[in-house]
């Protein structure tokens, strides 16, 4: 084995790396996409928070409000800072392990 097979032998290691590394960035950013709000809950109570169109109620932790997104994935917000996007507009969300960490519109 000489020079050339040992350059193959690192390239092959690091094409396998970028690949994993691929794959990686790939899965995490299966959560983060362009999304419908279907659903807003406003806090009405300290344990409960009720939607916007249905009526639904839920559980919430404090009094917090809540977006249900067209994923059907539900996430807790700050009310105020979140205040301003509608039910049934299309937002990029940015969800880092289970968290709502941004919402951009589009």
């Given amino acids: 084995m000489g020079k050339i097979g040992l ?6 290691i690091l094409v396998f ?4 590394l691929g794959v990686i960035k790939w ?3 299966a959560h983060n996409g362009w999304l419908t709000i279907e659903e807003k809950f406003y806090p009405i109570n300290e344990n409960t928070a009720q939607g916007v169109k249905t009526g639904r109620e839920i559980d919430v932790s404090g009094h ?3 977006i249900t997104f067209s994923n059907e994935t539900t996430y807790e917000v700050d009310c105020d800072r979140y ?3 509608r ?4 937002v990029k969300i ?3 392990e289970g968290e709502l960490i941004k919402i951009k519109r589009k």
Avoid: P
């Fill in 27 to 29: 899965m995490n950013g």
């Fill in 87 to 90: 039910v049934g507009e299309k």
């Fill in 64 to 66: 917090r409000c809540s």
């Fill in 83 to 85: 205040l301003d996007y």
């Fill in 94 to 96: 940015t969800v880092e």
């Fill in 17 to 20: 790396l970028l690949i994993g």
């Fill in 7 to 12: 350059k193959l032998i690192v390239l092959g």
